[in-house]
């Protein structure tokens, strides 16, 4: 076994037995690259990643591999989890190169870690013959590896680097329109989704899309998010025996996932389609959200409370084995009924995919569509389906389980948290609110000490990033607006004050991604685009804004305006890689309503009103007086006080005398 052995890492543990001499990233491997002057490869992955496996068994498992690596070079494994840091960085350096990214990340390096050449899934004769050149280059043209490398990290520090904006626009709905008049020009308005295959769920978009529709009226915009909701729900990336959906589909269609299942995907899209079920209710988007839950709890939760972090794509060595079907696998399963579950699900003999008879579940058509076809009623034929999900999905229990990626980030963790507080907020259930709080506990016991974050729980580092004190700041206040219990806002409060501490540039207007006391790396960086998880400066621009109106702290708000000051040049462009920061300036054109429940039926009154849909809202109240806007606003009287750009209007007795003034 070599030197990735001892690691609490599943993916670097997952090569821990290759020929390749692979070091963890520490000062180890850099000095012996020192040492011998020898290039440094620097692969970067995942353990739920398909493509990180093939290239490992091609390659990293291959001795004649093995050998050109360890002879030529200092190799080094690195978890993108656990080290997005030093993913970003190299993420950058390959898309700088080759305008493109992705999994598994393959850069070379000098001893000193600045990179000279990257890419990422390389076949075995290229990535041999790739080796053996770079190592040709280095040893004969050093001057012009030094040369390229300087160039190439200047590039990496100035990439996605925004400018200091000190001048405050006025913000407007024109300037919303723009941004979604260039985005829509990619809406697939038959599939959902954008653009072709690849199609990624990508719920932060759909998120702005789905509120954006509702402040500016928009039926087009509604109409796309609607069937793109639709489509996923129906499609393959669903997974419509076990619930939760895969991280990705490779076709147009949303029929053939990627079938590897993360956290954090799993956690927004409970978040998207609860927030939808309040805008449209509609029964699919609750079982969704239910399912998808169900899943987590099943799957992805650890007997502490934490959330683990994926599920992977293969068992047994092959993709998606786990989730397939043959037809007569169904009907050794099912028997006489096989036929209605392989007509609901699109089961044929001869599959539906690119196996020989393999089959990846998928629906065509709405229960009340398909119950006249099949002549019985559409609550027996959804009762029945049911049934037969239940027999099927105990059947595939006992199959041997895709691998479980057991790190608990911090991250990942808050996305979580803020899905089952949005799943609480739009059905009551109190299941959710349960799981959310002993998660909440988790976090608070395991990965919180003296006011700071550790990203990974049982990590042999105490390392944390931007993104992991954002997201657990956005759960808490979550939390705290559905149990009106102060601890959420302070606990929120004093990880905030630590961010701004640690990570804020008051001179570039930003959070850098790293604190200021970690690892110095070739380049200090911004997280600043939303991609499948938003960016971790939008997060914070957000709680921020609403954290600010919560304590009445004007530095707060101070910070969020800057930061969006900032980024608004960029954001018309490219929509889709600005959704969250769209969403923070559709608070600041709309204004937030905030919202403040007093008396003792409070908690009834909150529920009541969650029924409406109301997406530019915080939520507070409760029997106390503990927060600047419920000052002098409890009496025995149950009342709803709502405020609006530092104006607010007479107490309201009832939802339906609050409604009339958050529309007025």
Known sequence: MNRLSTSASPYLLQHANNPVDWYPWGPEAFQKARDENKLIIVSIGYSACHWCHVMEHESFEDEQVAEVMNDNFVCIKVDREERPDIDQIYMSAVQLMTGRGGWPLNCICLPDQRPVYGGTYFQKKDWISLLLNLSEFYREKLADAEDYAVRLTEGIQQYESVDFVTEQPQYSKN????????????????????????????????????????????????????????????????????????????????????????????????????????????????????ETIAFVESELTSPEGGFYSALDADSEGVEGKFYTFTKQDIQQILGDEADLFCIYYNITDNGNWEEEETNVLFRKETDAELAPKLGVGIEQLTEKIGELKAKVLEARSTRVRPGLDFKIIA???????????????????????????????????NKINEGKLTRIYQSQSNIAFLDDYANIIDAFIALYEI?????????????????????????????????????????RKCEIMDGVIPASNSVMARNLKKLSLLFDDSKYEEISAQLLRNLMPYMAKYGSVYSNWAMLLLEEVFGINEIAITGENAEDMRRELECHYIPNKIMLGGIQENLALLQNRVSDSTRIFICKNKACGLPAYNVTEALKQISA
């Open 411 to 445: 991250s990942w963790n808050g996305l979580m948290l803020k899905g089952l507080c949005d799943a609480y907020r739009a059905f009551g259930n109190e299941d959710h609110k349960t799981l959310a709080l002993k998660n909440a506990q988790f976090i608070l016991l």
């Open 175 to 290: 300037d919303l329109q723009v941004i979604v008049d260039n985005w829509r020009k990619s809406f697939d308005m038959a599939e959902g989704g954008t653009g072709r295959a690849p199609k990624f769920p990508m719920p932060n978009n759909w998120q702005f899309l789905m509120r954006y529709s509702y402040l500016m009226k928009d039926e087009g915009v509604a109409d796309v998010v609607k069937i793109t909701l639709h489509k996923m729900a129906f499609g393959g990336i669903y997974d419509h025996v076990g619930g939760g959906f895969a991280r990705y589909s490779v076709d147009h269609k949303w029929h053939v996932p990627h079938f590897e299942k993360m956290l954090y995907d799993n956690a927004q899209l409970i978040s998207l389609y609860a927030e939808a079920f309040t805008w449209q209710p509609n029964e699919l988007y609750k079982q969704v959200v239910n």
């Open 483 to 523: 149990t009106f219990n102060i601890i959420w806002l302070n606990h929120a409060k004093t990880l905030t004050d630590a961010a701004i501490a640690e990570y804020y540039d008051e001179a570039e207007g930003m959070f850098f991604y790293t604190a200021a006391t970690d690892e110095q790396l070739i380049a």
